[in-house]
């Protein structure tokens, strides 16, 4: 009541006893998103803020880019429910305590710094050569899912610049640790929705209790190994004053993380990279493979991107240098505007550990309560983005057209100090994928059309694509 009260100016949807909105929530994972979608309807008649009630939990859920900005300032704490992540990531960056989190995100920082991640663009150009050629099997054959090949492929860049393991997902994809990680977030996905499995007491009482860590054991076994395995190689060549890049190797993610200021155990170091390799490859394969459908649905755009290619390499196939990828202006207004529509993070939750005003909504949230940041409705917002809002109109992103935009009316990679520290890392992906593809192939597209939510946003058809050579 106490909470309800604080909060009454906000709208929300009717409640029933002890359940809240639970209910909502019941149904597959198309159902969620429209359940999301009528929250930020309910939102955008309100100043951009709508409450709703899981259980005994209040979710306060924001629209618009100012309380965004606040929330996400000031909260570095995750939501109760991303502790479902905990027996995997343990205190790995993406849900560790605070406490932990200001230490080890100071010391991952400087890995993922431009000039670093730019050494990683020849693994890159490596693998985009690989997707490119899978890709021609695919010619004359009409439509299909595009998102698997690519994501085989960042998986193949994101493993061997952040652990240095080669695993040549591209050509054989079905490995029993890539199975396990499959079963693992499928639960998890299951488990951030469905309330009723979200107490342990309930959710050890069920099958899925016991296939999670049976597959997160199998997950932790693979990279507890790689881990040794660098260990001692860190360990011979310290003593040879070799651990910089001088000898022409890749200076990969895991191997940075040894000898720093906080000396990681094996175990914390497990937790960062699996963190790491999670948090880092689905994001980058749906943010591209959601473009490439957008530029088969846009011809003149995808036209615009392909002469900037020609403008960048001539006819020349040769993989993009750093400074390739500085150039390529217009495929990055192209990759912003399909994150801004097609938001692959579309809610990121945090905990109000103290008062929180929102200056746009008038609302002061008590300690207790969590905010619910919505990205993909802040991104479709008219108020933020103009009567447009819907549309995929790159140019928006124009230096001139975006003077005066609300700094937090765009949050792909959230904002903040705990925002995403692999963004510069994975614009370079998909810029360099997308490169390689359009310079070899013109594309069409089916619609995007209805979308699902399993942890991340999907749609569910697929992102299906239709290639001919150029
Ligand atoms: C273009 C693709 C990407 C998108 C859209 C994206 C999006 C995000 C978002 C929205 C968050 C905040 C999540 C939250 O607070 O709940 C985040 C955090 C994070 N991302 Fe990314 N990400 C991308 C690529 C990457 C890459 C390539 C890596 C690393 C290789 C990475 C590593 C991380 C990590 C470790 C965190 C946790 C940061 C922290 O809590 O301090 N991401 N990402």
């Known amino acids: 009541r106490r909470l309800d009260r604080a909060t009454a100016t906000l709208p929300g949807p009717p409640t029933l006893p002890l359940l809240g909105n639970a209910t909502l929530f019941i149904g597959n994972s198309e159902k969620i998103v429209k359940t999301l979608d009528e929250i930020a309807a309910l939102s955008y008649k309100h100043k951009g803020a709508a409450k709703l009630w899981l259980g005994p939990k209040l979710y306060v859920a924001v629209s618009n880019a100012e309380d965004s900005k606040v929330i996400l300032e000031n909260c570095l704490d995750k939501d109760v429910v991303y502790r479902f992540l905990r027996p995997w990531l343990g205190h790995g960056l993406f849900v560790a305590p605070l406490n932990l989190w200001k230490s080890h995100r100071k010391v991952l920082l400087p890995v993922f710094n431009n000039k670093i991640v730019e050494d990683y663009l020849e693994v890159i150009g490596e693998q985009a050569d690989i997707l490119v050629d899978r890709l021609s099997e695919q010619i004359g054959k009409g439509y299909f899912d595009i998102l698997r090949y690519v994501t085989a492929c960042t998986l193949d860049i994101v493993f061997e610049t952040a652990m240095g393991e080669r695993m040549d997902i591209q050509h054989s994809p079905d490995t029993p640790y890539l199975r396990a990680r499959h079963t693992v977030m499928t639960i998890l996905n299951m488990r951030f929705f469905k309330v009723w499995l979200q107490p342990d007491c309930l959710f050890n009482l069920t099958s899925y209790a016991k296939e999670q860590s049976e597959n997160i054991d199998l997950t932790h076994k693979f990279t507890d190994e790689v881990v040794r395995k ?18 022409g190797k890749l200076r990969v993610v895991l191997d940075m993380l040894f000898g720093r200021e906080i000396e990681f155990t094996d175990e914390q170091l497990r937790e960062h990279i699996d963190s790491i390799t999670i948090a880092g490859n689905d994001t980058t394969a749906l943010v591209t493979a959601y473009t490439l459908v957008l530029l088969g649905l846009h011809h003149n755009v995808q036209e615009e991107v392909y002469q900037e290619q020609l403008s960048i390499f001539g006819t020349s196939r040769q993989n993009a240098t750093k400074e390739d990828v500085q150039d390529m202006h217009c495929l990055e207004r192209v990759l912003k505007e399909s994150m801004r529509l097609y938001c692959v993070v579309p809610i990121v939750a945090r905990n109000i550990d103290r008062e929180l005003y929102l200056p746009h909504c008038g609302v002061t949230l008590p ?60 614009m370079i992906i998909a810029k360099s994928i997308i490169s390689s593809i359009i310079r070899s192939y013109k594309m069409d597209a089916q619609d995007i059309g ?14 299906q694509v239709r290639l001919t050579k150029r």
Request: glycine residues 8%; proline residues 9%.
């Open 230 to 247: 660098r260990r001692l190689l860190y360990e011979r060549n310290k003593s040879k004053e070799k651990n910089d890049n001088s000898d």
């Open 450 to 463: 209805p979308l699902k939510m399993e942890l991340l946003l999907f749609p569910i058809k697929g992102h």
């Open 367 to 426: 300690a207790g309560t969590s905010a619910v940041v919505g990205s993909f409705a802040v991104h479709r917002s008219k108020v933020e983005w103009g009567p447009n809002a819907d549309e995929f109109d790159p140019d928006r992103f124009l230096p001139e057209r975006s003077v005066g935009r609300h700094p937090a009316a765009f949050l792909p990679f959230s904002y903040g100090p705990r925002n995403c520290i692999g963004r510069n890392f994975g």
